[in-house]
Each structure stands twice: as structure tokens, then as C-alpha cells.
């Protein structure tokens, strides 16, 4: 008997349900119908194309069987898809294929799917509604909160909107094809979430980390259904990230300059978090005289497959610094990280001494 786990993302009249558990896709038509969604309504489902070869078909044929009218488009898969030209592309087949404005569109893919076509259902004639259908792991913290984006040439995520999904109906069946890479890179953001702001649920990683058992249930709907719960309490707090929201960055300010000064190549993005929490923890550390809690997040991030080690990257600390500034996260000049004040318990700071980061820098691994 399937078991499905149902959060609310508190949002006033935006307020939406998430749903987790297993084989949620083939139930796709009754959930549309409890959203209040009907077949008089043209659905539009964007994926890309390995997704679409693994999942598309046998969601199109149920939406079909339900009677609902409905078209896909696949975009090729990776980031290069979170473009001004695939943008166009989907919107001009949207116009081509009638959509209106009572016209829905079903994200069926990763956080590459979910925040392109959420980008489009965000504009496309003043914005339509989108419902988030996640395919990987990350895509509990991409699908959750309404940021929708695509990239433009210099810059990740230069061109979107806030835009909340009518829901987020998660099939954790999806997840069993996920690469293994792709699948550590879930859990640095499931990791993240529990290090910044509940640390019951970061001994309850401790306690059921076995690589193993990663995609194995009830695990996974577990640490999907805490993270994802962690995600919307944030989110409800702070929307439009005007200030608690950006808590959700731990580990991103020094991750996007290893992003960046790799050139989006050498790591996955979890990779470069994975090694931003572990720089920030022990930041953290320094600042906040926690004993114990880098060691904490360096060993859990471990156990769940992350690289930790800054000392063996190529760039110096001089060069990983003035990459930090120019992150968008920077404000009046001033570095902004978020730090651990204690496991479970996020902060701001834009105090932090750059002697303090050279020092945490040069330390000896461990
Ligand atoms: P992704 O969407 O590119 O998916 C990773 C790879 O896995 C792709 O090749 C994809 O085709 C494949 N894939 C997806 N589901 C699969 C499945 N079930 N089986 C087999 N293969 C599958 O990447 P991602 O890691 O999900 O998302 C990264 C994106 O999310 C970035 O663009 C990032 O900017 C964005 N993001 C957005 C937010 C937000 O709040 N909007 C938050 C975090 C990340
Ligand atoms: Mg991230």
C-alpha cells in the first residue's frame, strides 16, 4: 500500500501542498483533479530529454486516458537548458499550440526543468499556473519556494521571478534512476537543510547513514519529507528573501567561487557546497567556539559520498576571496556568510574577519 507524506507550504492564499511517496506519477490525473485542475484546461509538460525518455510517456498516456488535452516539449538536458533561447522556444510552441491563460504547465524533470518552465509559466501571458513534478534529488530544495530562473551568458540564474507552484507532487519511484553523483548531490541540500536549522534531524542522518540505503524507502521519503518541511518553513518566513531566507546559502558563498573558478565543470554544484559547508563550518567554529561541529558536518557530508577537502584545490585563498565578492549574495562590499552559531542553528554574519578566513584557510586537514 503506498504511503504518501503531505506537506503544506504556508503561503496565505499562495499556499500550496507538497506530496512525497512512491509511484505518485501514475496517480497524476486524480492529483491534478484535488488541485481543482479539469480537462477543459490545455496542460503543457516541459522535461528534457533523459527524463522524457525515462517517464514522459506513460504520464502523457494517463493525462491523455483522463481526457485532459495535452502537449510536451523536451529540452536537451543539462544547464545550457535554462536559456533565453529555449525560453523562447517553449513560448513560442505554447502560443503555437493555444495554451491560454487558464493553461497549465507540469515541470517533469530536475531543478534545470523546474526553474525553466517555471520561469515560463511565470511570464507566459502574465504568468499561468505550474505544477512542480521533481525528478532528483535536489529537487526538493529547486521545486520548493517559488524561484524560477534561467541563465543568461554572464551570469546563473540572471533572468526570473518569484513564482509559486499550485503543488509539488514528488515520486520518489523517479529517483532510483538518478546517477550516483547526482544523487550526493541531492544530499548536500538535505544535508544542508538539517545543519542550518534542526538538528534532530541531523542526528537522525547520523543515525541511518548507510550509502546503501540512500535511495531505499522509508528512508528517502523521510529525508525528503524533513528537508522539504525544513525548506517551506523558511520559505514561509521570508518569501521573498528580504532576510532569513538567505540562510538557505550556507555553504553557497565560497560553493559558487569553486563553481565558478572551476568553470562549472570540475564540480557538480553539491560537490562545491559539500566543500563550502565544510569551509563555513569550520568558519563557524572559529567565530562561534563550537567544539566539535566542523568535524560533525565534515563527517556526515563524507558518509553521504561529498568531497570536504579545500587544502588540494588548485586556487589560492586570494583567489577563492575575490571571487566571493562578486557573488550576488555580497551587499555594500561586505561579505555576508552564513554561519553555524550551533548545529541546527543558522546566522547571518557580515562581520567575519578576512584574517579569520585565511587562518580557517591554511588550517591543516584534518
Ligand atoms: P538537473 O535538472 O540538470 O538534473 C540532473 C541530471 O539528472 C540531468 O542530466 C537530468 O536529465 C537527469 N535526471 C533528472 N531526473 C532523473 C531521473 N529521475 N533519472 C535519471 N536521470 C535524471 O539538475 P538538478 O541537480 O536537479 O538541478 C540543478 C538546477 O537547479 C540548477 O540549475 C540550479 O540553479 C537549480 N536550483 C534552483 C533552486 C531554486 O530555488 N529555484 C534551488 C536549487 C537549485
Ligand atoms: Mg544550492
Redesign the pocket.
Known sequence: MESVKTLTVDLGERSYPIWIGQGLLSKLPAYLQTLGITSSQTLLVVT????GA??LEPVLKGLQRAGFRVFSYSVP???Q??SLSYYEQIITYALEHKLDRQSVILAL???????LA?FVASTYMRGIPFVQL??????H?????????I?HPLG??MI?SFHQPLAVIYDTA??????ER?VA??FA?VLKHGFIWDEAFVDWLEENANPCRALQEPFLSEALYRACHIKSQVVSQDEKETGLRAI?NFGHTFGHAFEALGHYRDF???EAVAIGMAVAAHVSEAVYGQQGLAERVTRLLSTYGLPVEWHTLPWSFEQVLEKMYTDKKVMAGRLRLVLLERMGRAVIADHVAETTLRAVWSLPFQ
Do not use: M, Q, R, W
Not at 109 to 115: A, K, L, Y
Not at 134 to 139: D, I, M, N
Not at 174 to 179: D, E, G, K, M, R
Open positions: 528534457d530529454d533523459h527524463v525515462l517517464y538536458a543539462g544547464e537548458a535554462k524533470g530536475g531543478g534545470v526543468v523546474g526553474d517555471g521533481p525528478t532528483t534529488l535536489l529537487a530544495d529547486s521545486s520548493v519556494g517559488g524561484k524560477v530562473a541563465n546563473k540564474n526570473g523517479t529517483l532510483s534512476t538518478l546517477p547526482e548531490c541531492g541540500e538557505l557538480t554544484h553539491g
